[in-house]
Nanobody
Framework: QERLVESGGGSVQSGGSPRLACKFSGYIHPNYCLGWVRQEPDKGREGREM??????????GYADSVQGRFTISRDHAKTALSLTIDNLKPEDTAMYYC???????????????WGQGTQVTVSS
């Protein structure tokens, strides 16, 4: 059974650099990307935002809102994914979901499979 399992969330001080991890179990077609989607507090599913993705070759893509602060990485086996957030800001507080989607995975409609999510809460 295919699964996405996230880890690494929690309460982090503003300015910190948390690292989120995701492990995918199963087969992922080379035409599909692994990525991260976040959902801010008090926003429903329609408020989810694609923040970063990596294709089968590990090439990254980022939302304009996080460019320069977020770094996504996909391992050579292509089943492990990480997201490092530099200079954490209060507005980064959100549930972060690992996801599989058709490349280039520019938006939530491209997602075909979701993890259960990991919460990042920024503290001052």
């Amino acid at each position: 059974q295919e699964r996405l399992v996230e880890s690494g969330g929690g309460s982090v001080q503003s300015g910190g650099s948390p690292r989120l991890a995701c492990k995918f179990s199963g087969y992922i077609h080379p035409n599909y990307c692994l990525g991260w989607v976040r959902q801010e507090p008090d926003k429903g599913r329609e408020g989810r935002e694609m923040v970063a993705y990596a294709d089968n070759g590990g090439r990254p893509g980022y939302a304009d809102s996080v460019q320069g602060r977020f770094t996504i990485s996909r391992d050579h086996a292509k089943t492990a994914l990480s997201l490092t957030i530099d200079n954490l800001k209060p507005e980064d507080t959100a549930m972060y979901y690992c996801a599989v989607g058709l490349c280039p995975m520019l938006g939530v409609p491209d997602v075909v499979k979701w993890g259960q999510g990991t919460q990042v809460t920024v503290s001052s």
